[in-house]
Nanobody
Framework: QVQLVESGGGLVQPGGSLRLSCAFS????????MGWYRQGPGKQRDLVAS???????NYADSVKGRFTISRDNAKDTVYLQMNSLKPEDTAVYYC?????????WGQGTQVTVSP
């Protein structure tokens, strides 16, 4: 069974930075496509960024040039470096692991961008 635990969220001022981490427990982390999603108040959960087992990345247009997703297969961890944060980035950020029909979600971490 796979478990995902996110960390690194918090309160930050506009223009600031945060780095989210998602620790994966289970087997075969390196085979999974990992993703970060977010859900703002009253909104649906949307993809922020994803990274395949081969390191190919994909980003939502709203975060391109500001956010960077990366993975460390030696540590079974995926990261989301968030720079130039805006109030509209405020949301609960969720980590997702996907491999064929297996999909797992973390519990989420709150990111609040406010003066």
């Amino acid at each position: 069974q796979v478990q995902l635990v996110e960390s690194g969220g918090g309160l930050v001022q506009p223009g600031g930075s945060l780095r989210l981490s998602c620790a994966f427990s289970g087997s075969s982390f390196s085979l999974y496509t990992m993703g970060w999603y977010r859900q703002g108040p009253g909104k649906q959960r949307d993809l922020v960024a994803s990274i395949t087992k081969d390191g190919n990345t994909n980003y939502a247009d709203s975060v391109k040039g500001r956010f960077t997703i990366s993975r460390d297969n030696a540590k079974d961890t995926v990261y989301l470096q968030m720079n130039s944060l805006k109030p509209e980035d405020t949301a609960v950020y969720y980590c997702k692991a996907a491999l064929v029909i297996r999909v797992y979600w973390g519990q989420g971490t709150q990111v609040t961008v406010s003066p």
